[in-house]
């Protein structure tokens, strides 16, 4: 059955945007489920008395060890359960559940960082790993809730990845400030992490959510990025950090960059 399936959704693929792409999935959904049909029928009476002769064994058992039977049927009722509550958990605690996956210090790898629960964290893995947040400080999302059911806007966003100390790569919109002598950061701030110096350069930009040159103030949102690199000494990886959001969520990302400390 799973062999007919799966020969339809491939014979659907390798036939992919043409007119004869649906049959395919037809026929072997048709195939699966007469197969089904079919072993259904043929091990029904098997499966009664199986059925009915497993029952007997458990009902002989529960009488013999009642207690142990009342604390299995409170197990099995929980363990029911536990799905749901997970599904729960993940729902309305995203970012919280974010770090049981991956661990708030280690955003990207030669870095630690001092994370906080309410940012969701997704990250890739590798020696130069790449992670991407995402939280807010509006409502009950500043505890640890997912955002969206909590917040009228969108949550700020940042990212951390790391290159090689010989990797040449830089912020591109600082780098063609430098080249064309013409400045459009409004503020620049410097500090350490470690021995390495950082850099991080402020842009304040006006997006537009409606559709052509839309002049209305309601069509129209401020949002604020920050561009961070370490100047590149040869000798540790290179950090560069990202922020897009809003102007109240600034201070928590700096206060998380300037937490930070090289590990080896």
Excluded at 11 to 29: E, N, V, Y
Aim: some cysteine; proline content about 6%; overall charge positive.
């Amino acid at each position: 059955m799973v062999f007919s399936l799966l020969l339809g959704l491939v014979l659907c693929f390798d036939l992919a945007w043409g007119k004869l792409a649906l049959i395919p999935s037809l026929l072997s959904l048709s195939l699966t489920i007469a197969s089904l049909l079919v072993f259904r029928r043929k091990t029904q009476k098997w499966e009664i008395k199986s059925d009915a002769a497993s029952w007997m064994a458990g009902r002989s058992w529960r009488r013999l060890h009642p207690r142990p039977a009342r604390n299995l049927r409170i197990l099995n009722r929980c363990l029911l359960w536990l799905p749901s509550i997970c599904a729960a958990f993940v729902l309305f605690f995203l970012p919280v559940a974010s770090h049981l996956i991956y661990p708030r210090g280690h955003l990207v790898s030669r870095y630690r960082f001092p994370a906080p629960l309410n940012w969701a964290i997704m990250k890739s893995r590798g020696e130069c790993s790449i992670a991407w947040v995402f939280f807010s400080n509006e409502s009950a999302a500043r505890y640890g809730f997912t955002p969206i059911w909590f917040n009228h806007s969108f949550p700020s966003s940042a990212t951390f990845g790391t290159t090689s100390p010989a990797s040449p790569y830089r912020w591109w919109r600082p780098e063609r400030e430098a080249v064309s002598g013409h400045t459009t950061h409004i503020a620049k701030s410097e500090f350490k992490i470690g021995a390495v110096d950082m850099n991080c350069w402020e842009y304040r930009d006006v997006y537009h959510y409606g559709l052509g040159d839309s002049t209305n103030p309601s069509d129209s949102g401020v949002f604020w990025q920050l561009l961070c690199s370490t100047e590149p000494n040869g000798r540790d990886f290179n950090l560069h950090a990202s922020f897009l959001g809003h102007k109240e969520d600034i201070p928590d990302f700096y206060k998380v960059l300037q937490g930070a400390t090289v590990s080896q």
